[in-house]
C-alpha cells in the first residue's frame, strides 16, 4: 500500500512569489494535516482536514497561506506572497478518522526562499 | 497550553550502548504519548505508543514508560546499532493533534 506521497521534495524560490504543494494521503484516509517543521523544531500542525471541511486551521497564517482539499483526497497548500522566514519543511499526515490516534507521515517538502 | 521538552542532543554512542532519551510533558487530562522517529531523506514514523499511565510502549528493541507521577516518556534501548541512527520526536495527542518536541539526533557509531 502506498504511503502519504508529496511533491515537490525539494523547492527553491524568490521572496515574493508564489508556491504550492501536493499531498495525496493513505487511500481511505479521511483525516488530512499539513505541518510545518522549521529547522530543529518538531512539526506544528497548520490545519486539519476531516474529507473536505477544515476542522481546525486556527494555526495558518491566513494572510499568506491557504489550503484546499476540494474533494476530500488530495490536497494542496498554498503560499503567496512566500518571505523568507517561510524556508522550512511542509509535512503532510493522514489518519483513518480524526479519531483515529496513528498519524501517518509523508516524506515532506523543503521549501528554501531566497 | 500542552508542550512536550526533550532533552537536547546530539546523543553520540558506541554501538550496543544502552540509550535513554527524556521526554516529559505538560497537559491538561490524559494524553496519548508517542515517539515517533525521522530516518535521514524520510518522513516521520511511529515508533510507539503509550494511551494510559503505566502503559509500556515497545517495538523495535525500544520501549517506554506513561509516568504519569513525573509527567515523562523517557526511551530507552538496550543496544542501539548504528541503523538506529536518526532524529527521535517525543510528542501528545490533545484534542485530536499532535503536539512535538524539539527532537534528539542520535548518532550511532561502530
Known amino acids: 500500500e502506498a504511503g502519504v506521497v508529496q511533491s515537490p521534495r525539494y523547492k527553491i524560490i524568490e521572496k515574493k512569489q508564489p508556491v504550492a504543494f501536493w499531498c495525496n494521503p493513505i487511500s481511505g484516509h479521511n483525516t488530512l494535516y499539513w505541518y510545518l517543521q522549521n529547522l530543529g523544531q518538531g512539526p506544528e500542525l497548520l490545519i486539519r482536514y476531516e474529507n473536505e471541511e477544515a476542522v481546525d486551521d486556527s494555526q495558518l497564517p491566513k494572510d499568506r497561506f491557504s489550503a484546499e482539499r476540494l474533494k476530500g483526497v488530495d490536497s494542496t497548500l498554498k503560499i503567496q506572497p512566500a518571505e523568507l522566514g517561510d524556508s522550512a519543511v511542509y509535512l503532510c499526515?493522514?489518519?483513518?478518522?480524526?479519531?483515529?490516534?496513528?498519524?501517518?507521515f509523508g516524506p515532506g517538502t523543503r521549501l528554501l526562499v531566497l | 497550553g500542552d508542550s512536550v521538552t526533550q532533552m537536547e542532543g546530539p546523543v553520540t554512542l558506541s554501538e550496543e550502548a544502552f540509550l535513554t532519551i527524556n521526554c516529559t510533558y505538560t497537559?491538561?487530562?490524559?494524553?496519548?504519548l508517542f515517539w515517533y522517529v525521522q530516518y535521514p531523506g524520510e518522513g516521520l514514523q511511529l515508533l510507539l505508543k503509550a494511551t494510559k499511565a503505566d502503559d509500556k510502549g515497545s517495538n523495535k528493541g525500544f520501549e517506554a514508560t506513561y509516568r504519569k507521577e513525573t509527567t515523562s516518556f523517557h526511551l530507552e534501548k538496550g543496544s542501539v546499532q548504528v541503523s538506529d541512527s536518526a532524529v527521535y520526536f517525543c510528542a501528545l495527542r490533545s484534542f485530536q493533534k499532535l503536539v512535538f518536541g524539539t527532537g534528539t539526533r542520535l548518532l550511532v557509531s561502530p
Open positions: 497537559a491538561t487530562g490524559y494524553p496519548s
Open positions: 499526515a493522514s489518519s483513518l478518522d480524526g479519531a483515529q490516534e496513528t498519524q501517518y
